[in-house]
């Protein structure tokens, strides 16, 4: 069975960096894209960007771009997430999620999700 | 960006009863259309990608249709964990979601 798991919540001050992992199992992780999205309290859902989990390469929301930078370890089947310049308004829960679509090809239909990471950013 | 308006943002209906949600996009996606479902602290699950197919495991009452800018999705008979939020997605960078549509035991 496809399982996402991703680390545990994070608190952190305003300027500060946060890293978010997601341990793929019960697939081959290099044979699908892994998203990130997050959703900040009470709101709807905010893509951030993917990576290529055989290649590396990635592509980021151009709202993001410049403070967002996802990698993966695929010795331990792991993608990651990390966001710098944290500010206020970053406080969300974090989603990986596995997209649909095998061998890379893209479908940008996310399926499944991880649990979601907590993010709070405050002073 | 596209933009995904969905409509209404609360739907207050009975269980048994047939729910109809809409999700209209700013320019036209073709049927690059999905559908997620979310219940209180869960991740969004995939109900229907493409506009019209359903993801594995997602029971035959939930149906997509639509194309262009204007989308469906209908849940035929209401059962008591369809209860949730549903929000719909378009793939053209950047992805972009509606939204939400919350549908509530009336």
């Known amino acids: 069975q496809v399982h996402l798991v991703q680390s545990g919540a994070e608190v952190k001050k305003p300027g500060a960096s946060v890293t978010i992992s997601c341990k793929a199992s019960g697939y081959m992780f290099t044979s699908y894209t892994i998203q990130w999205v997050r959703q900040a309290p009470g709101q709807s859902l905010e893509w951030m960007g993917w990576i290529n989990t055989g290649n590396g390469n990635t592509k980021y929301s151009q709202k993001f771009q410049g403070r967002v930078a996802i990698t993966r370890d695929t010795s331990a089947d792991t993608a990651y997430m990390e966001l710098s310049s944290l500010t206020f308004e970053d406080t969300a829960v974090y989603y990986c999620a596995r997209d649909r679509a095998r061998y890379q090809v893209l479908s940008h239909w996310f399926d499944p999700w991880g649990q979601g990471t907590l993010v709070t950013v405050s002073s | 960006e596209i933009v995904l308006t969905q409509s209404p943002a609360t739907l207050s209906l009975s269980p048994g009863e047939r729910a109809t949600l809409s999700c209209r996009a700013s320019?036209?996606?073709?049927?690059?259309l999905a559908w997620y479902q979310q219940k209180p602290g869960q991740a969004p699950r995939l109900l229907i990608y493409?506009?019209?197919n359903r993801a594995t495991g997602i029971p035959a009452r939930f149906s997509g249709s639509g194309s262009g800018t204007d989308f469906t999705l209908t849940i035929s008979s209401l059962e008591p964990e369809d209860f949730a939020i549903y929000y719909c997605q378009q793939r053209s960078n950047p992805l972009t979601f509606g939204g939400g549509t919350k549908v509530e035991i009336k």
């Open positions: 493409d506009t019209s």
């Open positions: 320019q036209s996606v073709s049927s690059y």
